[in-house]
């Protein structure tokens, strides 16, 4: 076994009980852990951008990810229009800082630096507040949407490898098929169908296990691709480089990136309404 493959075996035993542990646990722990991974991700998103023609304003997009996870922790206490009130103050902030930078083409720097902003903090951060949600009703969606996530990760791969002949977008990801992808979205179908009969996830109709299915097999999967072109526009291969031979973090959660809000926004404004 290379070192390529025993680092990513020593990922694997320890991350993923890791990680599922503090799914089920959710809480303060859960938000902390997800505040970490939006740091990184967002640092990792800041360096692929950095080079001599830009140079995004780091410290601003920083600051605002601890605001950022504290307002999904505490949702619905702090609300919408808060939120927004903040975001309008950071944006000031950050033409201050970027005027007395004497950096070159500040436009585009100030754009990289809120690109980072929407893309990690603001999409991946709704991930503690799915899991505040499930936690407050006692339903399991943030659990059974990374589940899903993961199996449709494999099926595509899987499925890919052996058929996939047909490549999707190859100037984005060469190696994603039609096969692959198809066979992902079947396998988040048959997840969520098995957690509806089972019961896991409760009051689920035929239409909800419909729109988790494409949320996670087909936007998580476009989650994939975003980042995908997001490195290709750099060229690097991977985000970073600390998860050891898994990439960065930015590869590992860039399909609960997509997933997540899209799942919040669904059972927030359609799933629990009609329940409740």
């Not at 809480?27 to 991974?37: H, N, P, R, T």
């Not at 991700?41 to 950022?68: A, C, H, W």
């Not at 990374?146 to 999707?168: H, L, N, P, T």
Request: proline share 4%; with cysteine; charged share 15%.
């Amino acid at each position: 076994m290379n070192q390529l493959s025993t680092n990513r075996t020593l990922i694997n035993v320890i991350g993923i009980p890791a990680i599922l542990y503090l799914l089920w646990r959710g809480g303060l722990g859960f938000a902390l852990f997800i505040f970490l991974v939006m740091i990184i991700g967002l640092d990792e998103f800041y360096r692929m951008n950095t080079n001599e023609r830009q140079s995004p304003v780091k410290l601003t997009g920083y600051i605002f990810t601890g605001f950022m996870a504290a307002y999904y922790f505490w949702l619905p206490a702090i609300t919408l229009l808060q939120g927004l009130s903040l975001l309008a103050c950071f944006i000031i902030i950050t033409l201050f800082i970027e005027m007395g930078r004497d950096k070159l083409n500040p436009t585009r720097n100030m754009g990289i630096t809120f690109l980072g902003i929407m893309y990690v903090p603001v999409l991946l951060g709704s991930v503690i507040a799915l899991r505040n949600l499930d936690t407050v009703y006692s339903t399991y969606f943030t659990v059974s949407m990374v589940v899903a996530i993961w199996i449709c990760d494999s099926a595509a791969y899987i499925f890919g490898m052996k058929w996939g002949q047909k490549k999707i977008f190859p100037r984005v990801s060469p190696n994603k098929s039609w096969v692959g992808s198809i066979a992902g979205l079947v396998s988040t179908f048959i997840v969520f169908h098995g957690l509806r009969v089972q019961g896991i996830l409760p009051g689920l109709t035929l239409l909800d296990v419909a729109v988790f299915s494409i949320i996670t097999g087909f936007f998580g999967q476009v989650g994939d691709f975003a980042e995908s072109l997001l490195k290709r526009d750099v060229g690097v291969k991977d985000s970073g480089k600390l998860l050891l031979g898994h990439g960065g973090v930015l590869d590992r959660f860039d399909s609960i990136t997509f997933a997540s809000p899209l799942t919040y926004a669904y059972i927030t404004l359609i799933y629990y309404p009609r329940l409740f």
